[in-house]
């Protein structure tokens, strides 16, 4: 049946070379034969040097390159080679107009596609509000654009996160979030009285008031005054001094975009600008479907793979990743968490089986509610953060992670703190002392 749906279909993927849009390429050019078409839209990169890395190098040096597809080219090497040609790298940008394609690239885009599966997000849970607005709530919404514009009936498929639903307590279904409500309404019961498009563009407003003040002549003038003053004596050069007050500038903007995401998130009920921005990107998209076949999709904790394209495939380090490396290294000598909560994971090849699968009943929205798929294990297979601390523990024990000379590091026993104790032992042990030593100095 899924094979059925896949055959002589052109898909436009975003998110690629990403973690979960490397997995999806990978899976249906390994298992979809009968696809026409692959068109892989990725931004540009630039090097250190300034120089350009476009679509096509940045699809065969963090794709083809990798470890990816080594069992796929191994085991079926005229099938890897007749799949690859079906391969399209686009340059692209989903937020800019027509995708921030070519005209002429576009124009055959629209002409050949007829399903888009959008996974292109940023996911950093403190990234700048206008940055995660532009590429996880309107970028969806150029996605959906460009599918109504397309000759052939176009499918959408939007990866999205289990982790939209905020602060609500409780059993989550999978149902879209309402359009006219905040998390927060929901939890409180509270009247109707939401409009994500009216918050996008209170959102653009804040921050267009954050950038003016932080490029007006008054802002510059006060980081002026306190570089002079912590000069004591010792003046930079007015060249020096105005290069201070730009990064001043700059990270004053950056902080206070930041800080404007966070708070309207919080405010509204989810947990940060990633899960709002992503939340408010759902309901646009159910808002303005239209006549769209549309899915929605949302992955927990998407870690390494469980079968598919290899065991244990990642790529780069992921939510907990980071923390379990740390923690084989013995730099974590503890963490604030509730012992006995669920870390919700879920291998990539399962989330990705899932995004494939889910396509299909994407004409259900047609006169109907957008289908939306939970992809997690809590519910079903949950486990707990001591029991992760246990596999960490017993893992590192029997592979350590040895130091350059050799040395095993030693892995200390969490406790579990709250966060306050966490926070009060952490400044005791570290950034007290670090604070004596800058005041000597």
């Keep these: 049946m899924i094979r059925d749906f896949y055959r002589h279909r052109s898909i436009l993927l975003t998110g690629v070379p990403g973690f979960v849009g490397k997995g999806v390429l990978a899976k249906v050019m390994a298992d979809l034969p009968e696809v026409a078409r692959i068109y892989v839209l990725s931004r540009q990169r630039h090097r250190a040097d300034g120089s350009v890395v476009e679509a096509a190098e940045r699809l065969e040096a963090e794709c083809f390159a990798t470890s990816l597809f080594d069992r796929f080219r191994s085991t079926d090497p005229d099938g890897f080679a007749a799949a690859r040609e079906k391969v399209v790298p686009i340059t692209g940008d989903i937020t800019k107009d027509e995708l921030g394609c070519d005209a002429e690239i576009y124009a055959r885009l629209l002409d050949d596609v007829d399903l888009i599966i959008a996974n292109a997000a940023t996911v950093e849970f403190d990234a700048p509000l206008d940055f995660s607005l532009d590429l996880n709530t309107l970028g969806p919404q150029r996605l959906l654009e460009f599918a109504r514009a397309c000759r052939r009936d176009a499918v959408m498929v939007q990866v999205s996160t289990a982790y939209v639903n905020g602060q609500l307590p409780g059993l989550l279904v999978e149902r879209p979030l309402p359009i006219n409500r905040t998390i927060r309404q929901m939890i409180d019961e509270a009247p109707t009285s939401f409009d994500p498009d009216r918050e996008v563009e209170a959102c ?13 002549e008054a802002q510059r003038e006060a980081f002026r005054r306190e570089i002079l003053d912590q000069g004591k004596g010792r003046q930079p050069t007015p060249k020096r001094v105005e290069k201070l007050v730009d990064d001043r500038c700059n990270n004053w903007l950056k902080r206070e ?32 479907q239209g006549d769209v076949p549309l899915v929605i999709v ?7 793979s469980l079968k598919d394209p290899e065991p244990g495939w990642i790529s780069g380090l992921k939510v ?19 012992r006995d909560s669920v870390m919700d994971l879920i291998p990539v090849d399962i989330v990705v089986n899932g995004i494939l699968a889910a396509a299909g009943r994407a004409a259900e929205s047609i006169g109907g509610e957008v289908p939306v798929f939970h992809i997690a294990s809590g519910s079903e297979n949950p486990i707990t953060n001591n029991q992760l601390f246990r596999l960490m523990k017993n893992y590192f024990h029997e592979s350590p992670m040895r130091g350059r000379n050799g040395e095993i590091p030693e892995l200390p026993e969490w406790s579990f703190p709250s966060q306050k104790r966490f926070r009060t032992l952490f400044n005791l042990k570290y950034m007290y002392p670090l604070d004596a030593v800058q005041w000597l100095v």
């Excluded at 653009?204 to 003016?212: L, V």
């Excluded at 940060?272 to 303005?288: A, I, N, P, S």
């Design 204 to 216: 653009k407003g804040a921050c267009e008031r954050i950038r003016r003040t932080a490029a007006s």
């Design 257 to 288: 975009l930041v800080r404007e995401g966070m708070e309207r998130a919080r405010a509204y009920g989810w947990h940060d600008v990633y899960t709002f921005t992503k939340g408010m990107g759902e309901q646009l998209l159910v808002k303005h």
């Design 298 to 304: 949302r992955p927990s904790v998407i870690e390494s």
């Design 320 to 338: 907990s990743d980071p923390l379990i490396v740390a923690y084989g290294r013995g730099l974590v000598p503890d963490f604030p968490a509730a």
